[in-house]
């Protein structure tokens, strides 16, 4: 079998072991809501929460320096064939 098989097993493994000791009821309050959820299912979401917001973050920030660099190439492949055209006039 693969690697990554047994290493999503191992991963499962953990999280089931982690719910598990975490399970006991934590109460959360926001403004005027409060909720009781598992300590477990509580760092889990906030975990999630990060992961997606700072996959977000990066991805949104990096699309401009690509478009800057793809401008760079374009204004450099310019300037290359400006010069070989010069150079073919002069002979």
Known sequence: MKTSFWF?????????????QNSAPTEISF?????????????????LFGLITGALYGFFSRKPVV???????ITESA????????????N
Not at 67 to 73: A, C, D, F, L, R
């Open 8 to 20: 999503f097993i191992l991963v499962a493994i953990l999280l089931v072991t982690f719910s598990v």
């Open 31 to 47: 403004l005027i809501w409060t909720v009781q959820i598992s300590k477990a299912v509580l760092i889990i979401a906030v975990f």
């Open 67 to 73: 478009k800057k660099e793809n401008e760079i190439k």
């Open 79 to 90: 300037k290359t064939t400006d010069i070989e055209d010069v150079e073919e006039v002069d």
